[in-house]
């Protein structure tokens, strides 16, 4: 890999301040580019970026910071440099400009080095492992009061793997370091502001760093944001709500169909051919494509309610197959997989950063297993398709690495600019609203109807790309919150 020795080959530390604001000046680090990879566009090129791995410690132990750039298409109209973060916690970013660059217009990228970066912890950024496998890669189980022992032995031991592989790297894997990272990114790269695009925990990162640096902030884009007063496990409780309305509305959707799927001439009767489904499953998973789906995979789909003409045909398979009979001809049934792992090289590497950054700066997680049981049997009676999901035991329960600093509170007159989808099965308009409300001088774009997790990265044309568009080339945000459609 042509970009392996670059990345290998750490620059000289720079000075830095304690709250991590890297001084400009005569400290700057030396960068070197070299082209990242060879299945990878020949414009997309790395350096690395060294940084403290305690901040409150500048002079400590260094980490390198893998950082990539596509640099402006036209120099003369060069403004500055274009952050991305993909989301996560846990997601690799130094592909993003290469992903991102013909999903974004001219305009944009004419005007900015698009920069990528995979956060500390995560992939060619001191990754962090900690030994996870089978069903301890999986973020997120169903509840039940057969499996609790198991789950709370499974969650035990995540939190130990973590602490004897990882345990001196845990207490430094924050957001708040993140964003430090960020700045120190900034200043290596000779810039006095950033501008950023955020997805998801990418919109949280971002927001962090408009908290902690807000003259260092430039222009914002939070795609698909989440509500920083619900970190961590709000966040994670937070998307059953938007689970039970998107499947109400896929219900609505499917009677009116009810000729072409025969799932029901009611929203009623869809509901109930669907809870029917659950039942029987749980007494005897149904086999579909080689696949076995008890009532709690079945309810595992939860995410894909919102996309109401891709999960129909899995429903209406589900449905064949526990009956024996073919699907209808045109249905286009097929499956949806059982909740799984991201799909990434190093899914230990992904999983464990998730938890270590969860678990590690998150408000106080309850200590007693019980707690937990007894959220999860309230949130499923409340929000019966998902509400276990988010409530039921996690390894943060066990977590023995205290975090150094309180999570950040989020409250800034930065003017970014959130991008939101009406039907977001992960971060829900709601969360996005709290968002908003953390951002007083932000305004919002709910794309009415919009279907997925994310508005810019998904690819798929939008009324609010114009939006994204002017305020990253113009600096102009739209007058006032608005939908459009």
């Not at 950082?67 to 996560?88: C, D, H, Q, T, W």
């Not at 900015?112 to 900690?130: E, K, M, T, Y």
């Not at 509840?143 to 031991?157: K, L, N, P, T």
């Not at 799909?343 to 678990?359: F, I, K, Q, Y």
């Amino acid at each position: 890999m042509a970009g392996a020795a670059v990345l290998a080959a750490l620059t000289p530390a720079t000075a830095f301040a304690g709250d991590g604001e890297a001084l400009l000046g005569g400290g700057r680090q030396q960068l070197r580019w070299e082209r990242c990879a060879q299945d990878q566009p020949a414009s997309l090129e790395c350096t690395v970026v060294k940084v403290p791995l305690d901040y409150a410690d500048p002079g400590g132990r260094t980490i390198g910071i893998a950082v990539s750039r596509i640099p402006a298409e036209n120099p003369a109209k060069r403004r500055g440099v274009l952050l991305m973060n993909p989301g996560g916690p846990g997601g690799e970013g130094l592909t993003m400009p290469a992903g991102m660059a013909p999903l974004l217009a001219a305009q944009v990228r004419e005007r900015f080095d698009l920069i990528g970066f995979d956060p500390r912890g995560v992939g060619r950024s001191a990754p962090v492992h900690c030994g996870l496998a089978g069903d301890e890669q999986v973020l997120n189980h169903p509840y039940s009061a057969a499996a609790f022992g198991q789950d709370v032995a499974r969650a035990r031991s995540i939190a130990d793997k973590c602490q004897a592989k990882a345990g001196d790297l845990l207490p430094h894997l924050t957001t708040r370091n993140t964003a430090r990272d960020m700045d120190a990114v900034r200043a290596a790269l000779g810039e006095r502001r950033i501008s950023y695009l955020g997805h998801s925990y990418g919109t949280y990162l971002g927001a962090v760093y408009t908290q902690m640096f807000p003259r260092r902030a430039d222009r914002f884009v939070f795609d698909s944001a989440l509500d920083p007063a619900l970190v961590w496990r709000g966040v994670l409780r937070g998307t059953a709500e938007a689970a039970e309305l998107a499947f109400t509305r896929w219900t609505r959707w499917a009677a009116e169909r009810d000729a072409a799927f025969g799932l029901g001439a009611t929203p009623q009767a869809v509901r109930a051919t669907f809870w029917d489904l659950v039942a029987r499953a749980d007494r005897t998973p149904i086999t579909l494509e080689g696949q076995a789906f008890d009532g709690a995979a079945i309810r595992g789909q939860y995410r894909a309610f919102v996309q109401v003409e891709a999960v129909t045909p899995f429903i209406v398979a589900l449905k064949a197959a526990a009956s024996g009979t073919a699907a209808p001809a045109g249905s286009g049934a097929g499956v949806v997989r059982a909740e799984a792992p991201p799909r990434t090289p190093d899914v230990d590497n992904v999983v464990s950063v998730a938890w270590s950054v969860l678990c590690g700066e998150g408000r106080a997680w309850p200590r007693d297993p019980e707690q937990y049981r007894h959220d999860a049997i309230r949130d499923r009676a409340a929000r019966p398709l998902a509400g276990d999901f988010g409530a039921t035991v996690q390894p943060c329960a066990f977590w023995k690495s205290a975090p150094r600093e309180r999570a950040t509170v989020v409250d800034n007159d930065v003017p970014a600019l959130i991008v939101q989808n009406e039907w977001d099965p992960q971060t829900p308009v709601a969360m996005a609203q709290g968002m908003r409300r953390a951002l007083h001088g932000a305004r919002m774009v709910t794309v009415a109807g919009g279907e997925g997790h994310g508005v810019v990265v998904s690819g798929r044309p939008t009324c609010a790309d114009a939006d994204v568009t002017s305020y990253l080339t113009t600096g102009r945000i739209p007058a006032k919150d608005r939908t459009c459609s």
